[in-house]
């Protein structure tokens, strides 16, 4: 059974996932995380989980990152 955070990753949709994936481009140029999905995405688990904001958007970078790759190859 999946941690609960893990639950979380797995249902954001596609194309939150995608929007993610947009922001994390742009953090990755620019150093800076933009004001989007991505934060909001690491709001929602700080707030229902609480984590600590830093904390909640390293899961988020690197989540994202294995979320898309797992459910875009099909496994």
Same mark, same amino acid.
């Given at each position: /059974? #999946?941690?609960k955070v893990e639950q979380f +990753? =797995? =249902?954001i949709s596609d $194309? $939150? +996932?995608r929007r993610v994936l947009? $922001?994390?481009k742009v953090q990755? !140029?620019?150093g800076i /995380?933009? !004001?989007g999905a991505m934060?909001? +995405? #690491?709001r929602d688990i700080h707030e229902r989980f609480g984590l600590k904001l830093a904390d909640a =958007? #390293?899961?988020i970078s690197e989540g994202v990152l294995r979320i898309a790759a797992y459910r875009w190859a099909g496994l």
């Open positions: /059974m #999946a941690n +990753l =797995s =249902s $194309d $939150d +996932l947009r $922001d994390y990755r !140029e620019t /995380m933009p !004001e934060r909001g +995405l #690491a =958007s #390293a899961v």
